[in-house]
């Protein structure tokens, strides 16, 4: 397949597209480096610097014939967009409508859309199935679930066949494609930069919560798998329709308990600052994985949370180093 990746010099997009290439397909990259690194997008892969905002540049880059797109552009921190609900709503909503009529008008039938499990707000009964209400705690969050929507109502007008994936907290590396955010505020890579000597602590968000430590519990899946769920995704789009499903590896871990793991895996001590609950955090988010398993034949290959972590302290161990830019880390 001919196959535009929106996002796709990103910490997940990397990753999809190198196994895209890896599984034959023919890809193009459109990004506008916001948050994606141009060093992540595969030597002789296609790189469009383009911004989903430019409609004009969308309709441009669309000309060219696709047989798919896979959608992982966005904004993507919960507390940025309480600060900020205008622009998460119109850069995560608005561009992917912008999409949505750019793909109709050129006649673009297969679509894979990286969603959240923050559309769940909190969920309740655990593991949480895609049957689970949504209720969205964070304008992000509601971007994701009023994207996924679209999509659905247009998969049944046009005969669109799309996926969108529940993405649960995806971490770790694959080689050398890993989590280089500016400014990081996810888990594992705040642990290991504390692990590095990049930042001083970790934050804790809530540690008083109803859970065996009284931190938050999450479902971690490997960058890897969570690629390898959207190709199979993308293949499933053979026929018209939409459907929705988890990806995570359907085990929580406290906070804590990630923590301890990363002291293991690095050797190194790592401090914490407990912090206040966050109002939109839910005390345990965990993902079945159920339908993925039977629907795109997908089970994560390295669910072992040390292993996700040893991946993304090797990649981060090399990098430091050797990324000019490394004194520029934002502590947010």
Known sequence: MKVLVVGGAGFLGSVVVHQLRWGGHDVTVCDNLSTGNAWGVSPGVRFVPSDLADTASLDLVMRDGYDAVVHLAGLSLAGASV?????YLQTNVSRSLDLLAAMHQHGVRRLVFASSAAVYGDPGPLPVPESAPLAPGTPYAYSAMAVEQAIMYQAMTV???????RLFNVAGACGALGEWHH????????????AAGVRDTVP???VDYGTPDGTPVRDFVHVGDAARACVLALEATADVGYRVYNIGSGTGHSVRAVLRAARAVTGYPIGITEAGRRPWDAP?????????RQE???????????HIIEDAWTFLHGHLGARPDVASIVIA
């Open 183 to 194: 400014p990081e505020t996810h888990l594992i890579p705040v642990a290991l930069h504390v």
């Open 296 to 306: 795109l034949d997908w089970t994560p290959n390295r669910p072992d949370l040390h």
């Open 204 to 206: 804790v968000n809530g």
């Open 284 to 292: 345990v988010l965990v993902a079945s994985v159920e339908r993925a």
């Open 83 to 87: 600060r900020e609900p205008l622009r």
């Open 159 to 165: 005969n669109l066949a799309a996926v969108s994936l």
